[in-house]
């Protein structure tokens, strides 16, 4: 029962059902909060209990102070959990593993049970196996079945075992747009004490796009397996009241621009503002001028700038994408009824307290693609082709992008001051302009290879397109850019363009609602008869699920080392994620995908230069296929409708054949099979007491790598194919697994084995130790081989010597992924050194018992000399209670020994329990153990 301290109890009344609530008005402070504040302000209102949660947590909200960088410690408590199962199957093994610890150590395994609903939708494991054929989702289908059923039976064992834990089947949807369709409230009741109570829907997900149902006025952000798993068990989130940067919208977005487009150009923006780990609230009069599903692709976009969400407050916008979505009536009445009474309805004319004001006029957003390695690279469209050229000839991106945009000065057509005219020049009917380069010849290196497709000869060259994928994450949800694709698609074909026969092109919505519409508006058709045909519902290319590509174009590629692009209308594009044969991947919407598949290269000019040849032997322009925001409206209004939502998600949870057809043990202890190479037992809790070892200093330490900026999880623990000549890959072979089924290791997260030989093993990994060499390898010292991070890691730790990570800016930036702090771990690493991490995985470093240490401002390995072949010792960490918060690195090398002092990222007290616990999986499992 809460402790109600601000007596904010209260009632309300909608279609005669009686709600309780908790009132923010009762806090002295509230009016001036951000939306996301009060959200958080009435979690604690409501869950306060004088003991975790305290009428000072509550205070310390009202008296939020914008400017202060830390503010107080609160205990958040989610109202759900969302999985994906590259991150759900992992979460599941882990709790089944501490059912058996439980039991181990003489208490009741069914302590580990989910205590606030957990959602799981299985949505990452589908390939893209099969294109460009009628029947290819059925036989993607198959595979993904196949491949995938040791995986799938744990889930439903866990769904069958577990309380308040749902499974949607695979071949379902993707889980932020399920999420965003039909599993947001927006506002939850639950029954409490025997009262029904109204509250804000929240909740963290191990899915990174777990943002996207911010534009929903969702309050929601993706952190580590580990910690979801904690909050399933009922433990509330320790976390710091955020800093709340404050997003004003202003403008309309012009005609020929896109939800993509914005996106894009936010994320550049708020990468340079620097809004890691700050909550992003979008405000102002120009927020009633960005539908719904814009709002939602600008919400999933946060991984990728770096705050923790992204959120729109509640408005009219949001009840009517309820009612679209198939949402009853009379949610829809208490959600407005609920954000009127709280103070939480928008309100453009106010303006909260903010730490601080970005400004964006959304009529000077310009056609855009981002890449080739990070999402925050964004190129105008115009710039696209010079920029290309001069990343091949070995300029940086800053010098590339920069060279592209000067080149359009002095056109008076076309002039690149003038937002207007760049953003709206594909659907006005400018005249076609000579690419010159400024009168100077680019050198790029041009290495045409020859290869055979059909019987026609043909040429593939650096910087040519190779995947052309439209697929889930940003916009797939977002009907606009979808039609948009659609009818590019059906105007192309009618004036007789085709996909250049190289270019491996792929459909992978994020909910049958999708193809739903576009059969109903007749344009399957024409996109398929461009090669997008249906190839599943999931993630496919942009989590590393792309599939083969075209052989003879492999072979070409892989013969002639050419350096080919994907171009994809997903979130993600960092380095060997999207496939191991593509070195640049960009990012677009789903018509310029369209567009770059009927061009076939990066070096077309899409404003200037003709995508192909028309029947008529004309040249046909963008601007000719470029459908208008009217014509696209008219489609929308025309095609989709609420009973699509409806019909679509009556069986969300029944699945097909296959996944009713299994069979599932019962029982409340997971019977583990060791001969599995898909779900194994971790170690985790191997050898674990009751109580926790006294930490000690880390002595001795050797660098297991030595990184730069911008190492991403993916990075660290890549998701997609697994080389057969990797530790991960000998390893499956010696299981008995063929090449042809090792899958992928996001499809292998419940093996520990697979995982550990799979951290640090991406292929465009740069170990400053191996310098030159791409890829998980390293050196024990200066004169050594070069060896496998895995097999250093295991001469290491037979030595009994302790490991540590050094590293640049933004460590871990990039999907919310456990594995990459598991697998550290697990590889002996016992602290990791950078110059700064990424909010999730420094969470995750330390749930996984890693301590993270941060240089001092100025601090670098470049500019301390580190080689990483010193010997490192951490001190100060014996017998400390606190920890301190500076914390010593004492480094040895052949000169001497010197003292370098770090900053201690563990930032809460909480932090610093699951820290002295080994983690926070031993933390909570000793929790419940004496509970």
């Not at 709600?19 to 959200?39: H, M």
């Not at 993706?222 to 919208?249: C, D, H, N, R, T």
């Not at 400024?438 to 055979?452: R, T």
Request: proline share 6%; hydrophobic share 40%.
């Amino acid at each position: 029962m809460s402790s109600n301290s601000f007596d904010a109890r209260s009632g309300l009344t909608v279609d005669d059902q009686d709600y309780e609530i908790y009132r923010l008005d009762k806090v002295s402070g509230s009016a001036r909060l951000p939306y996301s504040l009060k959200v958080l302000l009435e979690n604690l209102l409501r869950n306060e209990d004088g003991r975790l949660v305290t009428a000072e947590q509550v205070s310390a909200v009202g008296n939020w102070d914008p400017a202060a960088e830390a503010n107080a410690e609160i205990q958040y408590t989610p109202a759900r959990v969302l999985m994906q199962d590259f991150t759900g199957v992992p979460c599941v093994v882990d709790l089944v593993a501490m059912r058996d610890a439980m039991s181990d150590l003489g208490g009741d395994p069914r302590k580990i049970n989910p205590l606030i609903p957990g959602e799981l939708v299985i949505d990452h494991s589908v390939i893209a196996d099969v294109f460009n054929v009628p029947n290819a989702f059925s036989i993607n289908s198959e595979y993904e079945f196949k491949r995938n059923q040791e995986r799938y039976q744990l889930l439903r064992w866990a769904q069958q075992s577990f309380n308040d834990f749902l499974v949607v089947p695979p071949d379902t949807g993707i889980c932020h747009q399920v999420n965003l369709e039909y599993l947001s409230r927006v506002v939850f009741t639950r029954d409490h004490d025997g009262v029904r109570q109204a509250y804000p829907d929240t909740l963290v997900g191990t899915d990174s796009h777990t943002p996207m149902v911010n534009g929903l006025g969702v309050l929601g952000w993706g952190v580590g397996g580990i910690e979801a798993e904690a909050a399933m068990l009922g433990q509330p989130m320790s976390m710091l009241v955020p800093q709340v940067v404050g997003f004003k919208l202003t403008g309309e977005l012009l005609e020929g621009t896109t939800a993509t487009d914005l996106v894009l150009t936010v994320a550049e923006l708020l990468r340079k503002t620097r809004v890691v780990g700050k909550f992003v609230e979008f405000f102002g009069p120009g927020v009633a001028n960005v539908p719904l599903a814009n709002r939602a692709t600008l919400g999933n976009m946060s991984p990728e700038y770096g705050s923790t969400c992204a959120i729109f407050p509640i408005d009219q916008e949001t009840l009517d994408y309820m009612r679209l979505t198939g949402r009853s009536e009379h949610q829809i009445k208490l959600v407005e009824a609920y954000a009127k009474e709280q103070g939480m309805w928008h309100d453009p004319s106010h303006t909260p307290d903010f730490s601080q004001v970005v400004e964006l006029d959304l009529s000077t957003v310009e056609t855009s693609i981002a890449g080739p390695k990070r999402p925050q690279d964004r190129i105008p469209l115009r710039s696209a082709a010079r920029a290309v050229r001069g990343l091949l000839a070995g300029e940086s991106q800053e010098e590339a992008v920069l060279a592209g945009g000067l080149d359009d000065a002095g056109d008076e057509s076309f002039p690149a001051s003038d937002p207007v005219a760049i953003s709206s020049r594909i659907a006005r009917d400018a005249p076609p302009r000579v690419y010159e380069d400024d009168g100077v010849e680019l050198e790029w290196p041009s290495d045409p290879a020859e290869l055979v497709l059909d019987g026609q000869k043909l040429t593939l060259d650096h910087g040519d397109v190779v995947i052309a994928a439209i697929t889930s994450c940003t916009n797939t949800s977002n009907p606009s850019v979808m039609i948009g694709a659609g009818l590019l698609a059906k105007k192309a074909v009618e004036l007789g363009l085709s996909s250049k026969p190289w270019v491996k092109t792929t459909l992978a919505p994020g909910s049958r609602v999708v193809t739903d519409y576009f059969d109903r508006a007749g344009l399957t058709p024409y996109l398929e008869k461009l090669g997008f045909d249906l190839v599943g519902y999931g993630c496919t290319t942009c989590i590393g699920n792309s599939g083969p590509l075209i052989p003879a174009v492999s072979q070409a590629v892989n013969g002639n080392d050419l350096s080919v692009a994907a171009v994809l209308s997903g979130n993600r594009n960092f380095e060997g994620r999207i496939h191991p044969e593509v070195k640049m991947n960009f990012l677009a919407s789903p018509p310029l995908v369209i567009a770059y598949a009927l061009a076939g290269s990066m070096h077309v000019d899409l404003l200037n230069d003709p995508l192909g040849e028309g029947t008529d032997g004309s040249p046909v322009y963008l601007k000719d296929i470029w459908p208008t925001t009217a014509e696209i409206k008219s489609v929308v209004d025309s095609s989709l409708e609420a009973q699509m939502f409806t019909d679509g998600y009556a069986d969300v949870y029944h699945g097909d054949d296959n996944w009713r057809g299994m069979h599932v043990p019962e029982g409340d202890m997971f019977a583990w099979n060791e001969e599995s190479s898909y779900v194994r037992k971790p170690p985790y809790f191997d050898g674990m007491e009751r109580e926790p070892a006294p930490v000690a200093d880390i002595v001795g330490a050797r660098v297991l790598a030595l990184l730069g900026d911008s190492v991403t999880t993916d990075h660290i623990s890549p998701a997609g194919n697994i080389k057969k000549s990797s530790p991960a890959g000998q390893y499956l072979l010696e299981q008995g697994v063929a090449q042809a089924d090792f899958n992928s290791y996001g499809s292998r997260r419940g093996n520990h084995n697979v995982m550990i030989r799979g951290t640090f093993a991406n292929i465009r990994l740069r170990n400053l130790l191996v310098p030159g060499v791409e890829g998980g390898f390293t050196k024990r010292s200066a004169d050594g081989d070069v060896e496998t991070i895995f097999d250093a890691s295991n001469a290491y730790q037979a030595e009994g010597t302790p490991l540590v990570v050094i590293a640049g800016t933004d460590y871990g930036s990039g999907s919310s992924r456990d594995w990459a702090a598991k697998g550290t771990m697990l590889l002996g690493v016992k602290a990791v050194i950078a110059a700064s991490f990424e909010r999730i995985h420094r969470s995750n470093l330390i749930g996984m018992g890693v301590l993270p240490l941060q240089f001092k401002d100025g601090d670098t390995a470049e500019s301390l000399g580190l080689t990483g072949m010193e010997t490192y010792s951490i001190v100060g960490l014996a017998g400390a209670s606190p920890l301190p918060r500076e914390i010593t690195v004492r480094i040895e090398a052949e000169g001497g020994s010197r003292d370098v002092v770090t900053t201690l990222r563990i930032d809460t007290p909480a932090e610093e329990a699951y820290y002295v616990h080994g983690g926070i999986l031993q933390y909570v499992l000793r929790q419940l153990l004496d509970a």
